[in-house]
């Protein structure tokens, strides 16, 4: 079944798709034993919706650049693609099954030293399917580029994206992800950034009943910077995991992570944060923040904010909080004739609002996320 | 007779780096004050590193004697305990560490190098309180962690008063002056006017001639791309005040 | 002044009566023969003249032992523990260990000078005069009789079985159930004596009570239980220092600790470890995997751990506090040093229930040489406790370019008026600071020491004054040789 998703594919392809199936066939889905799993409920799963294709739009590209769906750039172009879908050491059961089973998804790559300043944009819908869908991001040298990615529909999303960014090159991503309630959002982003690049991340996962963010960002070029913003603002009985990893693999490497999660209804935020600095990355400069908001007695919030250091001349930080909205502040806005819902969401709104005010991104890009921010805080208040 | 201090055709670098001090030779002796001016970049701060052997620098040529002896294999604080005071352009947070109990174990471990004892809790209690109304510092500065939370005055002030309590021979100042207000200065500079002593050296290292308006030089150089470009006396600075330092500059 | 429990040094030297009555007959023949099965948990139990609802405790918690796994998680690199090769009884005989000063090993001796301990205590540390829990066997107490005239009871945990069978039945395995996990399991089969101390209610303990473990003879594990229990408003201090000789093989020190606080009660509890941690090759050293909990069971209680752990080859343990009772506070302090190869995996557990309730953790982790610092914790903020706070700082300190340091925290909060804060850094001795310590005179040594009990501050001042001083002399020494 994997293997003949696409018609003509290149034998490598074939192969790879084959040993992905078996990794996961030996593996199976993650369980709550897992640890990196432990708080994503994939019980949702079992009751499988038909896999299928998303309904995929892609910006117009600028010359210079591809920006392409992987199966038109699969169907043309197959040996550029040979080096890079693969599966990597140590990837987990969901990347195997991606692998195995992807038939569509994007790439992106800019030549070296290109700047561009129009983002590019991407959506995808998922239309009550299952999609495992495979993305590929590319910078060359001193390139730059903004992507922004918006998450809609329903159905059970299994994303899998791949990112380099040569020496120099700037990237600056942003992700909305507002799928129906009762979808299932899983998507892993790994990144591998060069000497001196510049990486930026901001990833609001307000829709799908179960949600998953892993980003795993290498830093292997010695300057490098990453940077993580991230929230989750969620009710009913949404379920939303953050999982930032960030590898210090190089030297005088710098990396900032900054998650907050409202949580209201019986809601559960989980935020997985890790910052390994193995032998050699000296010099590391890292911080990893997560902020929460418990909005009502049912709401839950799991929190691991994970430092890991072998290194020297290291500075690292991690602070976690968890507390309601603040009753002196709301009293304050009530006496000022502000109805609760409307004190409430003006708080929910000033907690969650940094993530997206602070991000560098164009300002209408960052209007539009501010705009699904408010949108969903007004729901939760 | 040989000076206190006696640099020889120093060349020296951050290890790894390139020479950053190119053939620096100085003398000076005890009761003289020397003020180092020179721009950014021209090797102030390295000088003073080396002086004080701050790790991480690498002499390649040349020699520093101190007290007629070679101190070139003298880790910094054998070089400490035999009187060389270097006032930090940064002064170092040290957190959790009390003020008083720091200066107490530097009070002491110096004097056990004259061969002193040890100055006990009260002994060394009235010698913080003396020093203290000398260069009149406040005294919650001496309850609170090294340098912890203080501004940029009270970092200096701070600084003076350890060399106040440490009583150095050669006492070498880097950019004491950088970042203070009109009133943390004139503080400052009293403290070091109060110090002068026919038995200590000072050598200022500064970016600004202002500093020369309050504490009076014996002698001026002039340090420009690694190298001192022009020496003086007293009457050298009021020149330079005119003049300024720049054309010395382009003729390093 | 503190009463300590007292053993076998006194007691040799005549002093003691338990000595002349107890032991000196068969002194020989009380070491267990090694190995373990449910007769060897019986040996104990007869050698302890224990009443029959204790040994069958015993035997249910080594039936239970037997179906369990040892743990294999976290950090630690642990050598296998041949269980059956260990001697799991041992009371002192006269003929162990040296008989003065000048049988000690020099080495030993260095480090007791350096600690500053005063002569007679550097001997009883080096084993020659004990007033301490040597091995498996603690005894009388002294000042018995001014803690009696406050209804305290102070005791050793046999003792406590005869003489208090009804409080130790109530209270047993209530904080650590027997089968809580692989290693106090296995401690409750085996423990063969500890501290037990009761405060009745209002009673404000005198003095700080305080037991110098040890464990001397080769080979052998301990597995010692303590029990505190501090009626309501009651106040009690307790210290704990541990120590062991070198030995090149790994020994097991598997202890149990539980606390129970009643309404208003407070108890505090201190411990500075140094066992030993095995030499700089790693070879040797205890294994300090212990059971540590206290639950705030009544309004208003509080319980307080401070940990100074210096010693040991691993370190395995996790003190904790459950906090059911209405506004009642739970307290970690905690300071933990990995020099050469020694892996310390150490932290603490939060279970706030009652409304109101508080927690401070404040864990300061230093790693040099090839050592494996963790801090690994868990705030966890249960439906209904409402108005709970966790404030939690975590700091760790790297000392040259082989050790490790990690913090894993977990944070579980269920309740929306409950606020949590945890911050964590970690950092080396930056060259900024150790030169600025250099020029001011200060050897290598002495800046890294006055830099590190600076960074440890916030904990040694939690502890009492005799053993802050002792502690942060430890730090020192135990840093040892870790820069330059």
Redesign the interface.
């Known amino acids: 079944m994997s293997a003949a998703v696409l018609a003509a594919e290149p034998l490598w392809l074939t192969a790879r798709r084959a040993v992905a199936m078996d990794r996961f066939a030996a593996r199976g889905l993650p369980t709550a034993k897992d640890e990196a799993w432990r708080f994503t409920n994939l019980h949702a799963l079992t009751a499988r919706a038909p896999s299928g294709t998303a309904r995929l739009t892609l910006s117009a590209a600028p010359e210079g650049v591809t920006f392409t769906r992987l199966s038109t750039l699969l169907a043309q172009a197959p040996e550029r693609l040979e080096a890079l879908l693969a599966l990597p050491e140590g990837a987990d059961a969901l990347s195997a099954l991606n692998l195995a089973m992807f038939s569509d998804g994007y790439v992106l790559e800019v030549a070296p030293g290109l700047h561009l300043d129009a983002p590019l944009e991407v959506s995808h819908d998922n239309q009550g399917r299952a999609v495992h869908m495979r993305a590929l991001v590319l910078l060359g040298e001193g390139a730059s580029a903004t992507l922004v990615e918006r998450a809609n529909g329903s159905g059970w999303s299994n994303n899998v994206t791949h990112a380099v960014l040569g020496a120099g090159a700037r990237l600056r991503h942003a992700k909305l992800q507002a799928q129906a309630a009762d979808s299932v959002h899983l998507s892993a982003m790994t990144l591998t950034l060069g000497a001196g690049a510049d990486h930026e991340s901001v990833i609001l996962a307000l829709g799908a009943g179960v949600s998953r963010e892993a980003v795993t960002t290498a830093l292997t070029g010695e300057g490098a910077t990453a940077s993580l913003r991230g929230a989750y603002l969620l009710g009913g009985k949404q379920q939303a995991s953050f999982v930032p990893e960030l590898l210090h693999l190089a030297r005088n490497c710098t990396s900032r992570q900054l998650v907050k999660g409202v949580l209201g209804g019986t809601a559960h935020g989980v935020f997985l944060g890790h910052i390994g600095v193995p032998e050699g990355g000296d010099g590391t400069n890292a911080g990893q923040t997560n902020r929460n908001i418990l909005l009502s007695p049912g709401a839950r919030v799991d929190t691991r904010p994970r430092l890991e250091i072998l290194a020297d001349d290291v500075k690292c930080s991690h602070s976690a909080t968890v507390g309601a909205l603040d009753e002196t502040a709301l009293f304050y806005l009530q006496s000022r004739g502000l109805a609760p819902p409307q004190a409430r969401r003006m708080l929910i709104e000033a907690f969650a609002a940094d993530i997206v005010d602070g991000a560098d991104l164009p300002a209408p890009q960052r209007e539009s996320l501010q705009q699904a921010l408010s949108f969903w805080a007004e729901t939760l208040a | 007779m040989t000076k206190l201090l006696e640099v020889e055709n120093l060349h020296a670098r951050i290890a790894g780096g390139r020479d950053i001090l190119k053939g620096i030779s100085l003398s000076v002796g005890a009761g003289e004050v020397h003020a180092i001016m020179g721009p950014n970049g021209a090797g102030k701060s390295t000088l003073s590193a080396v002086l ?1 052997a ?3 620098y690498d002499v390649t040529a040349g020699s520093i004697s101190y007290g007629g002896a070679d101190i070139a294999d003298m ?3 054998e070089r ?2 035999k009187g060389i ?2 006032a ?1 352009q ?8 009390n003020n008083t ?3 107490r ?2 009070v002491n ?2 004097r056990r ?1 004259r061969g002193e004892p040890d100055l006990d809790a009260s002994q060394f209690l009235k010698l913080v309180k003396k020093k203290m109304s000398l260069l009149d510092i406040k005294d919650d500065l001496l309850k609170r ?2 340098n912890v939370g203080f501004s940029g005055g009270e970092k200096k002030r701070n600084e003076i008063f ?1 060399m106040a309590m ?1 009583e150095p021979k050669l006492a070498i100042l880097d950019e004491t002056d950088s970042g203070l207000d009109i009133d943390a200065l004139r503080a400052v500079s009293d403290g070091v006017n109060k110090l002068r002593d026919p038995n200590r050296a000072i050598v200022m290292i500064t970016h600004y001639q202002r500093l020369l308006d309050y504490i009076e030089p014996d002698f001026v150089h002039v340090l420009a791309n690694g190298r001192i470009v022009a020496s003086g006396d007293k009457s050298f600075a009021r020149e330079l005040e005119k003049t300024g330092y720049a054309h010395l500059e382009r003729a390093a | 002044m503190s009463a300590h429990l007292e053993t076998i040094g006194e007691i040799a030297s005549g002093s003691g009566d338990r000595y002349k009555y107890g032991f000196v007959t068969d002194i020989e023949s009380d070491t267990a023969p090694p190995g373990l099965s449910e007769d060897t948990v019986r040996f104990i139990s007869a050698k302890k003249q224990e009443p029959k609802w204790l040994l069958e405790w015993r035997l249910k918690a080594y039936r239970r032992w037997q179906n369990m796994k040892q743990p294999d998680w976290g950090k630690l690199n642990i050598a296998p523990i041949d269980y059956q090769g260990a001697t799991y009884y041992s009371a002192p005989k006269t003929a162990e260990g040296p008989k003065s000063l000048d049988e000690v090993d020099p080495e030993i001796l260095k480090v007791y000078e350096k600690l500053g301990i005063p002569l007679g205590e550097r001997a009883a540390l080096a084993g020659v005069a004990v007033d301490a829990v040597f091995d498996s066997v603690s005894v009388a107490t002294t000042f018995r009789s001014t803690l009696a005239a406050q209804g305290i009871i102070f005791c050793s945990f046999g003792e406590a079985v005869r003489e208090h069978p009804e409080l130790v039945q109530k209270y047993l395995g209530t904080v650590v159930p027997r089968g809580d996990n692989f290693f106090s399991t296995l401690n409750s089969a085996v423990f063969s004596d500890g501290s037990f101390a009761y405060i009745p209610p209002g009673v404000r303990c005198p003095m700080e009570l305080s037991t110098y473990f040890r464990i001397n003879q080769a080979k052998s594990g301990q597995f010692e239980r303590t029990l505190l229990i501090a009626d309501e408003g009651a106040y009690v201090s307790y210290l704990e220092g541990c120590t062991a000789p070198r030995r090149d093989e790994n020994q097991l020190h598997a202890a149990v600790v539980e606390l129970v606080a009643l309404a208003g009660a407070e108890i505090k509890y201190s411990t500075v470890q140094n066992w030993y941690p095995g030499d700089a090759n790693g070879a040797g050293g205890i294994y300090n995997f212990v059971t540590k909990r206290g639950i705030c069971r009544g309004d208003g209680s509080k319980i307080s751990w401070t940990q100074v752990e210096t010693g040991s080859a691993i370190t395995w343990k996790y003190p904790s506090c459950i906090l059911e009772g209405d506004n009642s506070v739970g307290e970690f302090y905690s300071v933990a040093v990995t020099a050469n190869h020694q892996q310390a995996d150490t932290g603490t557990k939060m279970i706030h229930l009652g409304r109101n309730s508080k927690s401070t953790i404040i864990s300061k982790g230093i790693s040099a040489g090839h050592g494996q610092n963790t801090y690994r914790g868990a705030v966890k903020i249960m439906p209904g406790a409402d108005g709970a706070r966790n404030y939690t700082q975590c700091d760790s300190l790297l000392i040259g370019k082989t050790c490790g340091a990690h913090a894993i925290p977990y944070i579980d909060t269920r309740s929306p008026s409950a606020r949590v804060e945890h911050e964590a850094t970690a950092s080396t001795i ?15 040594e ?2 890294v020491s ?2 590190v ?6 904990v040694l001042k939690e502890l009492p004054m005799e053993f802050a001083v002792e502690a942060q002399k430890l730090l020192v020494v135990s840093l040892e040789g870790s820069v330059g």
């Open positions: 004080a701050k790790p991480g880790a910094a604080d400490a305990r005071f270097l930090f940064y002064p170092v947070e040290i957190p959790g560490v109990y720091f200066l174990a530097s471990a110096i190098e962690a090294v350890q440490l | 930056s060259d900024e600071q150790l030169f600025y310590c250099l020029q001011r005179g200060l050897t290598p002495e800046s006055i830099i009990n600076g960074f440890c501050k916030e």
